[in-house]
């Protein structure tokens, strides 16, 4: 097995929204904001190669939507998820099956794409198998009024109607080993219902994806908990309980959306538990 990260691009959030009620003068020590309050923000994906299976997990934004669209978040420097997977020598035709943690629009854009004409939509990957789990693709396509706006049609319709739609096996409890993928998936619900955060064992380590039940670093902390999340008060508890384990279990911690951070581990404290060192995908793995 290998894994590679994959850079699909960099935007900018508000952050007030991402740290809900933690005041500015605290986050802003760790994200701090530019002149319109936004902070920088990652879309990292992560690219699987076991045998014959390539197995991309997220795929980002995308680049289908309006300028109009774009131009609320800021969107800044030159990767692609094209450019990253050409990197390694991979291509989209290459991927088997795409992951999906949840189908918020940051996550799953790029699995979509124009047809040709520009006349309707396509998958991206027209060779791989796209995963989901029946709960949360129910709470996508009939979604709640405070979530609606990260749920497209555009992005999520397509996938069903291409056939290649697959859904993981619903566990009995909140983790899983997933047979289908052979990696284990932390099912959470704070965010947004069955958030899917895989668990990878890879050179003696435990890689955690960490999606959005983590956005950065900056929000370790329990009541660092972003205002996106629908039920904010068993985040904490989801957060409380990863986080121990991540501390006892020595996790490597891969970013999602820290636009400066890769990989990250953390420490029992009297605090609590915080963070002990970043570092590169490289620095680790290579």
Known sequence: MRIYPIETGNFKLDGGAMFGVVPK?????????DAKNLIDMGMRSMLIEDGERLTLIDTGLG??????????????????LESSLAKYGFH????????????????????????KNKTG??????????WSNEDHWKWATEPNAREKA???????????ESGQLEFIKMPNSNFCKNSELD??????????????????????????????????????????????????LLTLDEKQAFLNSAADNKFMLFMEHDAHNEICTVKHTEKGVRLDQ????NDIFN
């Open 25 to 33: 003068t605290l986050w802003q020590k760790t994200n701090p904001a």
């Open 63 to 80: 680049n289908k939507q309006s300028d109009k669209f774009f131009s609320y978040y800021d969107l800044y420097g030159d990767a692609t």
């Open 92 to 115: 989209r035709d290459d991927i088997t099956d795409v992951f999906l943690t949840h189908l918020h629009f940051d996550h799953c854009g790029g699995s979509i794409q124009f047809n």
């Open 121 to 130: 939509y396509e998958p991206a990957f027209k060779n791989a198998k796209f």
């Open 150 to 160: 990260s749920f497209f049609k555009e992005n999520i319709n397509p996938i069903k």
């Open 183 to 232: 990696f284990d998936i932390l099912f959470v619900d704070g965010h947004t219902d069955k958030q899917m955060i895989p668990h990878i064992k890879y050179k003696g380590q435990t890689l955690v994806f960490m999606a959005d039940l983590l956005p950065t670093v900056g929000h370790i902390p329990l009541p660092y908990v972003m205002g996106y999340d629908t039920r904010p």
């Open 278 to 281: 970043t570092f590169t995908f």
